[in-house]
């Protein structure tokens, strides 16, 4: 099966690197050069993912997240130009899934397509109750987290931090997010410890918890759940 | 005074008509305490001396002057003079000069209140004179300090554009000749179109480095210091040099993770740059294949950051210039994929956020930079939930 792609970009240059990018991960490429055009495209040709560049002439980038999520739960890649954590996490908290910031590598962008493709194959409608990744297998039904087969003993905050990035690998999640889904029942400034709940989970989990390859920091915006392979 | 202040403001009509306003209310004032002083001295006439009078008369003309200026004293003065001879010398209510002695005393009234009100108009008029050239000195050095400030931003401008200039050329005219033969079908496409993406990856970096420093040096980034682990910095550092051959394994982490996390206040993202910048440069001095390690530790209320490498160390005479901008040590190849400001970024985005990074010699061979930020000393049970 070949997925489609929509690049909505208005540089030619910058479609030209996309397209030789996506060379190796699909051949089915549809372009629009505005906000607009890409939009109509959304919604007549139904893409498997969309990949916005922020700078459209038209209609700002956030906004036209934000207008495809009303139709479409095809991951949105965005590209952008500035190294600007705020501006990424608003526009993760408008619907994108990903962001590469220009200039970016050929094998950077299509790893991160390929990435959301895969992720938007297997995380719907739920993803599979067992996760396997790097050594740890996390079994999402029975609660139960082992590696080489010696049970992980998680805190009850520990295990709901897991389980809300288990559940959607390769996403980033903002702190926000974060924090919403794993303390929204409590009361309290727990958004502060995050940072130190993540550390405690990454000396359980990980082989080498200075080199974590299972919760992966996104600096300045959040965490990401490695895509198991 | 309030003439000068009117002469000024003529333009500004709230201000003109606002001093006008209260130099009206000052003289009512002081015409109503005088009126006032007159009724009461009026009534008991028959058993006050006329010095007492005199004395009352002279206060309240000294009083206008200061509050009134010149023209108030005068008026007054002379208006006194009328009331003592009217109203308090016999033969009472005429303006008839009964005695000499009262001659005397008029005139000597009226000449001490015209010098008093004369003195005091001098003496305020010195006075601000004295406050006016305050301000002036007062401006002229905050103008002063502006354009030396000035000075220096230029200077530092010259400077990033000459270093700069220079740095960008040398990866341009690669990726411009590799391009060109890539183009007309030139051989080796594969290796050139690899060294083009190397090149590019190096101005890639001197822009984003150069971008960093004209922003810290504007003082227009902001630091966002939060509550962050050690380990997630160096998680996150370790992460930057993911897909750079040989990186990953050469960085030796030493946490000691028998004890509860190290927390510390500071800017993820600014000081995921200090640390990246310090690795970065080890990695880069450090001979191939051997390890850079990076220790974290706590001592004294800050977290330390220590990143050692293997390289040849900095001479003595060095250890301070490596921290200036485009500062490139006298031996070293100008092809090295920097523009030389890691160092001086990295201490500034320190410094910025009540930190330090300082170099020392390694106990064998090698450096040892440490980055030091504030810790936070946090209870355990407060913490993990």
Not at chain 2, 240 to 246: E, K, L, W
């Given at each position: 099966m070949t997925n489609t792609v929509l690049i909505i970009e208005d540089e030619a240059q910058i479609h030209r690197a996309v397209r030789a990018s996506l060379r190796n991960v699909t051949t089915n490429i549809l372009e629009a050069t505005t906000g607009q055009a890409g939009l109509n495209t959304v919604t007549t040709q139904h893409p498997d993912l969309i990949i916005l560049d922020l700078g459209l002439p038209d209609i700002p980038g956030i906004r036209v997240c934000q207008m495809i999520r009303t139709t479409s739960t095809a991951p949105i890649l965005v590209l952008t130009a500035r190294h600007d954590e705020a501006e990424k996490v608003a526009l993760l908290n408008a619907g994108a899934d990903d962001y590469v910031t220009k200039p970016f590598g050929t094998s950077e962008l299509a790893a991160r397509v390929a990435a959301q493709l895969r992720r938007a194959r297997t995380s719907k409608p739920w993803p599979e109750s067992i996760l396997t990744i790097d050594g740890l297998v996390i079994d999402l039904t029975k609660r139960v987290v082992t590696r080489s087969g010696v049970p992980v003993r998680l805190t009850p905050t520990e295990w709901t931090l897991l389980r809300t990035l288990a559940t959607d690998p390769g996403r980033v999640m903002t702190h926000q997010q974060i924090f919403e889904a794993v303390w929204q029942r409590q009361y309290g400034d727990f958004r502060q410890y995050l940072r130190v709940h993540i550390t405690n989970l990454r000396r359980k989990i990980e082989r080498d918890p200075a080199k974590p390859r299972i919760v992966i920091t996104e600096p300045g915006v959040g965490y990401r759940f490695s895509v198991p392979s | 005074m309030t003439r000068a202040r009117k002469g000024n403001t003529t333009k500004g009509d709230r201000p003109d008509r606002s001093a006008s306003h209260s130099a009206l209310s000052v003289w009512s004032l002081w015409l109503f305490l005088l009126i006032l002083a007159t009724l009461v001295m009026y009534s008991v006439r028959e058993q006050v001396s006329q010095a007492h009078v005199v004395l009352l008369y002279l206060l309240l003309v000294l009083g206008g002057s200061i509050s009134g200026g010149r023209a108030l004293g005068f008026t007054f003065a002379a208006g006194c003079v009328f009331l003592i001879d009217y109203f308090f010398q016999r033969p009472f209510d005429a303006i008839t000069v009964g005695k000499s002695l009262d001659m005397i005393l008029l005139i000597s009234f009226l000449a001490t209140a015209l010098v008093a009100t004369q003195l005091l108009a001098l003496a305020k008029a010195e006075a601000a004179r004295a406050r006016a050239h305050a301000m002036e000195v007062e401006r002229l050095s905050i103008e002063a300090g502006h354009a030396e400030a000035l000075r220096e931003a230029n200077r530092f401008k010259d400077i990033l554009i000459a270093s700069v200039s220079h740095d960008l050329r040398t990866p341009l005219t690669t990726i411009k000749a590799l391009a060109q033969d890539i183009a007309v079908g030139g051989d080796g496409a594969i290796e050139n179109g690899a060294v083009i993406a190397e090149q590019a990856e190096r101005l890639s970096r001197m822009v984003s480095d150069v971008l960093d420093l004209s922003r810290l040096n504007s003082e227009s980034l902001v630091m966002q210091p939060e509550l962050n682990t050690a380990e997630d910095l160096v998680g996150a550092t370790v992460q930057?040099?993911?897909?750079?051959?040989?990186a990953v394994r050469r960085i030796h982490t030493v946490i000691?993770?028998?004890?509860p996390a190290l927390l510390g206040t500071f800017d993820f993202v600014q000081t995921l740059r200090i640390l990246t910048n310090l690795v970065d440069n080890a990695l880069r001095y450090g001979p191939a294949e051997t390890p850079v390690t990076l220790t974290v530790s706590s001592d004294n209320g800050m977290l330390a950051f220590d990143v050692a490498d293997e390289g040849p160390g900095v001479p003595v005479a060095e250890q301070d210039s490596i921290f200036e901008p485009f500062y490139r040590p006298p031996?070293?190849?100008?092809?090295?994929?920097?523009?030389?400001?890691g160092l001086s970024i990295a201490r500034r985005l320190a410094e910025a956020q009540e930190g330090s990074v300082t170099y020392a010699q390694a106990a064998g061979a090698g450096s040892v930079f440490t980055l030091r930020l504030p810790a936070v000393e946090v209870a355990e049970d407060g913490v993990i939930g």
């Open positions: - | 930057q040099f993911i897909g750079i051959p040989d000691d993770y028998s004890r031996h070293m190849a100008h092809d090295t994929g920097s523009a030389g400001l």
